[in-house]
């Protein structure tokens, strides 16, 4: 009722005052946008969705969990996986370092400690040397850090009141590690000749 009411009010108010019912003449246009760049937009899409790695709403807890767990025990195997490679080429790496030490340089470095004797132990002040012999009778000098024998030794050590030699020797320690052990070349009582 109060709709017609309402219409009947309208239609009777524009009967009587035509004049002061009017349309709008001129239609107002808006400018109009400028185009669109389509390859500027393709550069701010976001990223495109990975459905694989969208959760399931309707999986359960337990079947999530337990695909968590063996996600978590193959990521662990991966990594254990990786740290085994790791190891081998430090131990490879450490192998060939301490084979480059052991190449023979010199003629000194082709001799083994047991074919050498010590003849003689010279001091002046801080600086010290020493005299070995091989089976041969050629003599060779040494002083700190001199390479010498099969193994890669070098001298650490000339100590002419302990009459002795100390000549550290490359090993490798649990396959890894380079370490050096003190072999020790002493100066005999009597040197023959």
Not at 82 to 111: I, W
Request: aromatic content about 6%; proline content about 7%.
């Amino acid at each position: 009722m109060i709709v017609l009411s309402i219409v009947l009010g309208i239609f009777a108010f524009s009967a009587l005052w035509p004049d002061k019912i009017h349309a709008a003449s001129d239609v107002v246009y808006k400018p109009s946008r400028p185009p669109k760049d389509l390859k500027a937009e393709k550069d701010t899409l976001p990223p495109p969705v990975d459905l694989k790695n969208l959760p399931d709403p309707f999986l359960s807890y337990l079947v999530r969990r337990s695909r968590n767990e063996a996600a978590l025990k193959e990521n662990e195997k991966h990594k254990q996986r990786e740290a085994e490679k790791k190891l081998a080429k430090m131990k490879a790496a450490a192998a060939e370092r301490l084979q480059r030490m052991r190449e023979p340089r010199t003629e000194l470095q082709k001799l083994n400690l047991a074919q050498l004797t010590l003849t003689a132990i010279i001091q002046d002040g801080g600086k010290s040397w020493a005299m070995v012999r091989d089976e041969k009778g050629m003599g060779y000098i040494l002083k700190k850090g001199t390479a010498i024998g099969t193994m890669g030794g070098r001298v650490a050590k000339i100590s002419g009141v302990q009459k002795k030699v100390v000549v550290n020797e490359p090993y490798l320690e649990k396959e890894l590690h380079i370490k050096y052990k003190p072999k020790i070349i002493e100066l005999p009582d009597e040197v023959f000749e």
